[in-house]
């Protein structure tokens, strides 16, 4: 049990003292700032002779990419790569559009990609707020979306998120998504007004399942477009809350995750499983839901469903970020812990910088 009262004001400035929750509730307006900003942008005019995009990201920088994949991937006619990690792949060529995106512009695997791509021939475009990343791009005359908003890399999901999403409106990849990004404010403005910390626990949802996640390894299913929205709240768990925390991806979970759900015997009860749910799934994974929440509960593992709101693809996706921003939130709050610093994350930077 806490003795944390998520109605009690007076704990948010105790434990937040950087406004986190500042940061959760202005995503409605970073994705507006964003989109109007990607907009105005400039693009070379052969950046859509291309056959393929690949974003250079870790973390909070690459996630955005991801939610775009999930996105775009019944509408796009060309492959979407998130690339984690150092260097470039093989098939990286003169075709590319390569999307670098580094919050801090210092990231080394980003850089370390980046890097390769100077000596290619692909087209590339930059996204952060400064950094070596910036100083590279300028030097080679690479456009930038400069971010100016100052938050934590995972806090500015907006700016990483909607102008990757506005490069590909723009190059002419994808359908003009105006009017979805009207929607999402809309249903993110009232999903705020739901999950803030104004709205009382008996009436906000989020306060509510952080309160049963408490003392709980949260694991996070989605499938679909909800796939990359699981993989958020699971990074949210961890950096927000300094929870352990999981995510699994149906339809491949049913190949592998369900016979493991027995064993520790004394983990089941510990386990909470939230399935991410979006109108969009198709029967047969509907089905994968019903089928697997009987196991769970044959296995004595608690689930419970998070539905995701608005009507378009994209407002399903942002609405399940959102919420699973709010509850990793709350989740902090009750064991105590301040939801911005990472200190492990800064620990590995400062001891890899070192060499
Ligand atoms: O959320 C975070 O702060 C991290 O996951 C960072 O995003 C990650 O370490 C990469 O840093 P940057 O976003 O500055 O490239």
Known sequence: MTDINLDDFSIYRKLDPEDMLARIK??????????????????????????????LGMGGSAIGGDLVRTLVQEEMKIPVIVHRDYGLPAFVDDRTLLIASSYSGNTEETLS????ALK????????????KLEEMAKVNN?????????????????????????VLQKLGFIQD??????EIIQVLEKLSSKLD???PLKANPAKQLAQRLFGCLPVVYGAGIAAEAAHRWKTQFNENAKSWAFYDIFPE??????????????????????????????????????????????????????????????????????????????????YKVDPSPIKYIDYLKERLAKG
């Not at 990609?113 to 390769?116: A, L, T």
């Not at 998504?177 to 009207?182: E, N």
């Not at 089905?287 to 407002?315: H, I, N």
């Open 113 to 116: 990609g980046f890097e390769s």
């Open 26 to 55: 202005e995503f409605p307006m970073q994705c507006s700032q964003a989109w109007q900003s990607v907009m105005k942008m400039v693009l070379p005019k052969n950046y859509s002779n291309i056959n393929q995009l690949v974003i």
């Open 253 to 334: 979970l049913n190949h592998n995750a369900a016979t493991g759900y027995s064993l520790p015997k004394d983990i089941a009860s510990k386990i909470r499983v939230v399935l991410l749910r979006s109108p969009t799934f198709s029967k047969r994974i509907k089905l994968r839901y019903d089928v697997t929440c009987e196991l769970l509960k044959q296995s004595g593992v608690a689930y419970e469903f998070v539905d995701s709101e608005g009507k378009s693809s994209l407002s399903q996706i942002v609405s399940l970020v959102s919420i699973g921003d709010y509850v990793s939130y709350y989740l902090a709050l009750l």
């Open 120 to 131: 290619m021939g692909a087209k590339k475009l930059v996204i952060t707020s400064g950094g």
């Open 177 to 182: 998504k105006s009017a979805d990004v009207a």
């Open 142 to 166: 690479i456009p930038v979306f400069k971010i100016k908003y100052k938050a934590l890399p995972r806090a500015a999901l907006g700016y990483s998120f909607m102008p990757t999403l506005g």
């Open 197 to 199: 910390e104004k709205s």
